[in-house]
T-cell receptor
């Protein structure tokens, strides 16, 4: 069975600092994708970044980067130069290749608060 | 930028009533999903839909739930007889190529359902 674990229920970071949000995963599938979504207080789910299990390099999208350590089964999100607008819930999710199994499996999320 | 839309944004209903939640996918997308998020909890997969058929459903998706694409644009989730525990945010998500691992699922803004 696939599982995503986010062990940090909440995090504080000072504006302009970098922050790392942890995510570990468990799957027996050799092919899988890892996603991070942001959920602001308004409730919508915003896609941030993707990392494939066979990708040779860590994914980056602007201020977001993914620290992918396959042997440790971790896919931590790094947000550089935090902004007040980064305050939100962050979810790590996984998608494993298994025929009809296209669903995303989510972790419990980390609530990030950026302080001025 | 194309986006997934959902209506209504909020719905309050009496226990035992039927509700229909509507989603308009991004126009060239072919794979549709419903997820739900009980307040304060993680996002959970309900059902995936492709080519006018359910391709996968979770154990949450029991006989009280149904999905359809009645007119080629809307994608609906019906709850036949709502229970208190159905109170949650319901997200529609869509993707153009369901089989590709890296294919991002784009989420709608959600419908917040409250069952009294």
């Amino acid at each position: 069975a696939q599982k995503i674990t986010q062990t940090q229920p909440g995090m504080f970071v000072q504006e302009k600092e970098a922050v790392t949000l942890d995510c570990t995963y468990d799957t027996s599938d050799p092919s899988y994708g890892l996603f991070w979504y942001k959920q602001p207080s308004s409730g919508e789910m915003i896609f941030l970044i993707y990392q494939g299990s066979y990708d040779q390099q860590n994914a980056t999208e602007g201020r977001y980067s993914l620290n992918f350590q396959k042997a440790r089964k971790s896919a931590n999100l790094v947000i550089s130069a935090s902004q007040l607008g980064d305050s939100a819930m962050y979810f790590c999710a996984m998608r494993a290749y298994g025929g009809a199994t296209n669903k995303l499996i989510f972790g419990t999320g980390t609530l990030l608060a950026v302080q001025p | 930028e194309p986006e997934v839309t959902q209506t209504p944004s909020h719905q309050v209903t009496q226990m035992g009533q039927e509700v229909i939640l509507r989603c308009v996918p991004i126009s060239n997308h072919l794979y549709f999903y419903w997820y739900r998020q009980i307040l304060g909890q993680k996002v959970e997969f309900l059902v995936s839909f492709y080519n006018n058929e359910i391709s996968e459903k979770s154990e949450i998706f029991d006989d009280q739930f149904s999905v359809e694409r009645p007119d080629g644009s809307n994608f609906t989730l019906k709850i036949r007889s709502t229970k208190l525990e159905d109170s949650a945010m319901y997200f529609c998500a869509t993707t153009s190529q369901g089989a590709l691992l890296k294919e991002t699922q784009y989420f709608g803004p959600g419908t917040r359902l409250l069952v009294l």
